[in-house]
């Protein structure tokens, strides 16, 4: 097992043009003996933050509503991979934990109780946070094998790259703060 890269990026290579994963970046948040699960930051669905809230039915007052639809209208929720789909995920940074939040490396908390957006759709929420449904998991050694067939770049995150960087920008964002930019990456990468 590749030891000590829950909390990094994964960032996907040329030979994984087909797909779901095509252009990704994830960010790993657990890997272990028995797997890996990720989520994908860059995938943006046609949903906001405010409809999520409102679909759940968040918001005690007209007022709070209105408030919230002010600040979350413009706000993207992502498609964070293709297992289970309707599952959230809070991302976040690690100025708070609510009843399920576990750490992301050294910078981000994960988050997957409803207290957090119970927070959110009353402004108490976090300040700088991604919200996530669906998440990518590989089973033991699959994301062993990926790496290893080049299919991945490590990278590690910034809190700006995570909540400031556009989606459709964070692949080349991601892959150049390593030193890669596009063009030098092949889709037939192979092993020196």
Not at 72 to 96: M, S, T, W
Not at 122 to 139: D, I, M, T, V
Not at 146 to 168: G, S, V, Y
């Amino acid at each position: 097992m590749i030891d000590d890269i829950a909390g990094k990026l994964l960032i996907a290579t040329p030979s994984l043009q087909e797909g779901f994963f095509h252009d990704s970046v994830v960010l790993l948040c657990q890997h272990d003996d028995e797997g890996s699960m990720g989520l994908v930051l860059n995938k943006p669905q046609p949903i906001n933050v405010f409809e999520v809230l409102d679909d759940m039915e968040l918001f005690e007052t007209e007022r709070q509503k209105g408030i919230a639809q002010m600040r979350f209208e413009e706000q993207i929720v992502y498609e964070a991979g293709p297992v289970d789909e309707y599952r959230g995920f809070v991302l976040h940074e690690i100025d708070k934990t609510y009843d399920s939040t576990m750490r992301v490396g050294a910078d981000f908390n994960l988050t997957t109780s409803k207290d957090i957006l119970e927070l959110i759709a009353e402004g108490k929420g976090p300040q700088r946070f991604s919200l996530l449904l669906g998440y990518a998991g590989w089973g033991e050694g699959q994301l062993e094998d990926e790496l290893m067939n080049n299919d991945w770049l490590l990278a590690t995150p910034t809190k700006d790259m995570i909540f400031d960087t556009p989606p459709e920008q964070m692949w080349a964002v991601a892959a150049r703060g390593i030193g890669f930019e596009r063009a030098q990456l092949s889709h037939q990468i192979g092993h020196a």
